[in-house]
């Protein structure tokens, strides 16, 4: 090896299975926690039009 160069850096291995169904997992949770926040904001300004119709 030159003492100028660094060394190349391996490729990254494949996902295994295992990892792309702990991504799936994790995608699916987010989801589901979006879609909570998505019906509860919908709800808040539901409520606020009700109540507050001048704003």
Do not use: Y
């Amino acid at each position: 090896m030159m003492p100028n160069k660094t060394p190349r850096k391996t490729a990254p291995h494949p996902p295994t299975p295992a990892d792309s169904e702990v991504e799936t997992e994790c995608a699916l949770q987010l989801r589901k926690i979006g879609d909570k926040w998505n019906l509860r904001q919908k709800i808040l300004n539901l409520i606020s039009k009700l109540f507050c119709p001048g704003t």
